[in-house]
């Protein structure tokens, strides 16, 4: 009864593993909604990789099953056997696996190229600071140019223009923190003095979160902020009255504390 009892549960591990998988896209609960123009390709990719690592998964759950079967202690009397190993099947089970992150890395260089490495020829729209334990913004004043006296400033309400092509300068003043837009798929590691980009294109106004997925301290759990994609119409009225509100403001602004 043992013997069955503890097969079955090994068993169950890959069924419920598969049935997980095969219900996760019906009821919409691996990923959350994509907004962005780039996202199905990095979709596609975690997708890719799901079925590649759930295949072998389930494969090796199925072998563990059989010999927890079929060498159970109550059916081979037998002494135990010990063995130095096979020479040639070790070579064999080191080289798939490295031939499969091979072909997965020259697979994905395009989407990473493309996320990572080709920054778009435009100006930045914001920066975004990341710090212990909230997000600061600055955005360029009536001058169009970062780092002058008419910088606008706000902290961890984030808005950007729809359907357009966004760059934002992103850095962190203290500690390593991780800039994570879930609906944008986009995710960068923030690094203290070093300066860094991200870009995407939101597809339709949408309001979602900013998360700090890097283990930055105590209050890491509360660095998060808000994003919000409108119109440009609208999003250059939200500049206009956030400018307003800063001049006519008596505490310090957020640089000065």
């Known amino acids: 009864m043992s013997r069955l009892l503890w097969c079955g549960l090994f068993l169950l591990?890959?069924?419920?593993?598969?049935?997980?998988?095969?219900a996760g896209p019906i009821y919409n609960i691996w990923l959350p909604e994509d907004i962005s123009e780039h996202g199905r390709v990095i979709d596609h990719l975690f997708f890719?990789?799901?079925?590649?690592?759930?295949?072998?998964?389930?494969?090796?759950?199925?072998?563990?099953?059989?010999?927890?079967?079929?060498?159970?202690?109550?059916?081979?009397a037998e002494p135990v056997k010990f063995t130095?190993?096979?020479?040639?099947?070790?070579?064999?089970w080191t080289i798939l696996p490295a031939a499969t992150l091979l072909f997965i890395a020259i697979y994905q260089m395009d989407a990473?190229?493309?996320?990572?490495?080709?920054?778009?020829?435009?100006p930045v729209l914001a920066e975004v600071l990341g710090r212990q334990f909230e997000w600061r913004l600055r955005y360029a004043g009536p001058d169009g140019v970062l780092y002058t006296s008419d910088d606008i400033y706000?902290?961890?309400?984030?808005?950007?223009?729809?359907?357009?092509?966004?760059?934002?300068?992103?850095?962190?003043?203290?500690?390593?923190?991780?800039?994570?837009?879930?609906n944008?798929?986009?995710?960068?590691?923030?690094?203290?003095?070093?300066?860094?980009y991200v870009w995407f294109k939101a597809q339709k106004p949408f309001v979602g979160d900013i998360v700090?997925?890097?283990?930055?301290g105590w209050g890491h759990y509360k660095m998060k902020g808000r994003v919000t994609f409108e119109s440009r119409p609208e999003f250059d009225a939200w500049l206009k009255e956030r400018q307003a509100a800063q001049e006519t403001r008596t505490d310090p602004a957020p640089e000065e504390e």
């Open 112 to 122: 990473w190229a493309a996320s990572k490495m080709r920054i778009p020829d435009k």
């Open 13 to 22: 591990v890959p069924i419920l593993g598969v049935a997980t998988f095969v």
């Open 212 to 216: 700090c997925a890097e283990l930055c």
């Open 84 to 92: 130095h190993g096979s020479h040639s099947l070790e070579v064999v």
């Open 154 to 182: 706000h902290v961890n309400d984030l808005h950007l223009p729809a359907n357009e092509e966004v760059l934002l300068m992103i850095n962190s003043e203290d500690v390593l923190h991780s800039f994570f837009l879930p």
């Open 184 to 196: 944008l798929r986009t995710k960068q590691d923030l690094v203290p003095g070093m300066q860094q």
């Open 48 to 76: 890719f990789i799901m079925w590649l690592t759930g295949v072998v998964f389930v494969i090796t759950e199925v072998v563990l099953f059989w010999f927890m079967w079929k060498y159970d202690a109550d059916k081979n």
